[in-house]
């Protein structure tokens, strides 16, 4: 199917974007309008904007324009705090939608946070960074557990919710505990 074809297409109800089943791109050359050289097609990005199917820039035009904006430090800035200032505004939607992923309402998520004292379930620390608890579920069974800190959760993830390698994390930390007191580690 050509990319033609697939931006033609109406009898399917998905519309097929070229970026998910990237097309070839046309043969031939192409000016970039950017550096003003004639470029191979295929150095071109594809865009189903454009009548021709191609960006007008060329992949490295595009690759340095993208990185200088990036490294901006007013940007990087400027892009962590509109991320902090939209989750603080939209912090019912962005729990919900978060909650909506392991099957539960937000109204649950709010219930489950105030039972839990708004700390983490095991650290009883408040989230680092004023972010919501992040949903703790069982990876076979899918079922929530509780709410959990960034650090209890990746703990919990790291040893594969494993009680045996839990057990021995106990015991290993309660020995070490003993050479504080004795000076030995056996």
């Keep these: 199917m050509s990319i033609t074809e ?12 070229p970026s998910r089943k990237k097309p070839l791109p046309p043969a031939g050359k192409k000016r ?12 071109f990005y594809i865009s189903i904007r454009e009548k021709d199917m191609l960006m007008d820039s060329c992949k490295d035009c595009v690759k340095t324009r993208v990185g200088a904006y990036r490294n901006k430090p007013e ?14 505004k939209n912090k019912d939607t962005y729990t919900h939608r978060k909650a909506k992923t392991y099957g539960i309402t937000g109204e649950q998520y ?3 946070l105030e039972s839990q004292g708004m700390v983490c ?4 620390q408040v989230n680092a960074g004023s972010r919501s608890l992040n949903i703790d579920h069982d990876h ?11 650090s209890c959760n990746t703990m919990l993830g790291k040893i594969g919710d494993n009680m045996e390698t839990l057990y021995s994390t106990i015991s290993y930390l309660a020995s070490n505990d003993d050479f504080l007191e004795t000076g030995r580690f056996w």
Excluded: P
């Design 75 to 88: 940007n990087k800035d400027a892009k962590r705090v509109y991320g902090f200032k939209w989750r603080e």
């Design 121 to 124: 379930a095991i650290c009883k």
């Design 32 to 43: 970039c309008s950017s550096c003003k050289e004639e470029k191979a097609c295929i150095e």
């Design 140 to 150: 076979k069974t899918g079922k929530v557990r509780g709410l959990l800190c960034t």
């Design 110 to 112: 709010n219930v489950m």
């Design 6 to 17: 697939m931006v033609d297409n109406k009898s399917t109800k998905r519309r097929i974007y």
